[in-house]
């Protein structure tokens, strides 16, 4: 039996729609900054895909491409000109940042009200409260949305996620166990990760190495959800073995085309939230 797939790109085309719609219905002015410093290849990539979602949605985006030797104190100083820009509600600095820049620093400068990559401690200390009414961290908002969309059960499952990192695997376990999941979390040190993987109703993998998930990790009937992104000669692979998995599944996210897109969707999201909330919009 082959597993159900959870399309992640129709369902984040779907939630463009909503965005594009409500943007036109109340005639909402919604300006994004996308930052990034230095020329990575894939991050040239991740930023020309959010620019070009914006203008499917009707989000005016503004671009700003700084050196790789530019000084901390320069993207400082930008993101300080962001905050008091009236025509921006959303502000993105595109990591990983060169190595000569903290990110800490430079997420802490952004005004928390027109933080849509959800980071900054205020966001992510709501979070931890389990407080809804904020900007959360888009590939974790994503994973519960393509669930949730997809009538995935999540309360009282057994939830494993692989990875323990700030953008993906600390808040995927919080937004689990705020939808009553039982959350195990993974990372690096954990010993025997197959005898933890093989017990999870739902199995969310964002541990950045390749095919590390096989089939025998994997329980039958396992929802799982492929966060990992490699790009190798033949296309975009995951962190899961897709082929090997989707034979033991219930349903699964494919990479290219599941979680990837729900990200971008969520930051449009977060972008028009910031906006109604700046602009007192219901
Ligand atoms: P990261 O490197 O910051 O964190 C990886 C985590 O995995 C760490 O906590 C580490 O302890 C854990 N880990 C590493 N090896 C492990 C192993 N063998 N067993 C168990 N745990 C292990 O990575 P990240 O930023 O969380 O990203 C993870 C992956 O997701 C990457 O491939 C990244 O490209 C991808 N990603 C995709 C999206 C998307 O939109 N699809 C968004 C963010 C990240």
Redesign the pocket.
Known sequence: MSAFILDGKAIAAAIKQEIKDEIESKNIKCGLAVVLVGDDEASKVYVKNKIKACSQTGIKSYAYYLQPTAEENELLQLIDALNNDSNIHGILVQLPLPSHISPNKVISAINPKKDVDGFCAQNMGKLFLGETDMLAPC?PS?IIEILKRSNIEISGKNAVI????N???KPIALMMLRENATVTI?????KD?KSITSLADILIV????RE?IDASMVKKGAVVVD????RTEQGLKG?VKFDEASKIAQAITPVPG???P??IAMLLKNTLKAAKDLLEIQ
Do not use: E, N, P
Not at 206 to 209: E, I, Q
């Open positions: 590939t994503g692989v990875g323990r990192s953008i993906v695997g993974t990372h690096s040190k954990t990760l964002a541990a950045g190495k590390l966060v990992g992104i490699h962190d599941g979680v990837g729900m990200t």
